[in-house]
């Protein structure tokens, strides 16, 4: 089993609804990072957090400590939201430890 | 503008030609980090430097080399590269470990023919 499980691994939508991804993880943690990943390639830092919940824009995420779990959520999702998310955590046992989930594949169709 | 640029972006190479691809942060970071990325095998850690002359192996360090020289410049040398290191390749770095945001560099994408 993964330390990082993601879901769902893939996700379309239409335009204007609202999208929730998951990550549920299993190790301590010291912080939980959401990432997008647009097609081409390039990986940009979207979250992190150590506890609660964090907003920019239309996108929202929540992290439970005691449930090991985080969501990132997405209002009125849009076609330039379409991208790979990825759920990242830093291990609070190891100083310079990064353990990826594999991705959730977004896309929004107009 | 704060970046980290990694080169070359495409490389085509023949199994056994060393190889080097180069990162560079402008913002200061002690930590930097080089990962591949697979199909179905996310992101994993390949090396990574707590600051210069200091670094550590990841999760898959095997046919890699890492040297830091300089706070900015981390490259990432294939001393005989193989098939079997064709992937996407990311350096990123951060201020510190893994509690601080982390920025990635375009990617590289070789092929080992």
């Known amino acids: 089993k993964n330390e990082v499980e993601q879901s769902p691994q893939n996700l379309t939508a239409q335009e204007g609804e609202f999208i929730t991804i998951n990550c549920s993880y299993s190790?301590?943690?010291?912080?939980l990072h959401w990432l997008q990943q647009h097609p081409g390639g390039g990986i940009v830092s979207l979250f992190m957090?150590?506890?609660g919940k964090k907003k920019h824009g239309r996108l929202i995420a929540t992290i439970n400590i005691q449930e090991k779990h985080s969501s990132l959520h997405i209002t009125a999702s849009h076609p330039r939201d379409s991208a790979v998310y990825i759920c990242?955590?830093?291990?609070?046992?190891?100083?310079?430890?990064?353990?990826f989930g594999t991705g959730t594949r977004l896309q929004v169709f107009p | 503008e704060a970046q980290v640029t990694q080169n070359p972006r495409y490389l085509i190479t023949v199994t056994g030609k060393k190889l080097t691809v180069t990162c560079s942060q402008n913002?200061?970071?002690?930590?930097m980090s080089w990962y591949r990325q697979d199909p179905g095998l996310g992101l994993r850690q390949i090396y990574y430097?707590?600051?210069?002359?200091?670094?550590d192996k990841g999760d898959v360090p095997e046919g890699y080399k890492v040297s830091r020289k300089e706070k900015r410049n981390f490259p990432l040398i294939l001393e005989s590269p193989s098939p079997n290191q064709t992937s996407l390749y990311f350096c990123?770095?951060?201020?510190?470990?893994?509690?601080?945001?982390?920025?990635f560099g375009p990617g590289t994408r070789l092929t080992v023919t």
């Open positions: 990123a770095s951060s201020a510190d470990r893994g509690r601080y945001e982390q920025y």
């Open positions: 190790v301590g943690i010291s912080a």
């Open positions: 957090l150590s506890s």
């Open positions: 990242a955590v830093g291990l609070i046992t190891s100083t310079d430890k990064l353990i």
């Open positions: 913002m200061n970071h002690e930590y």
């Open positions: 430097s707590m600051n210069v002359e200091v670094t």
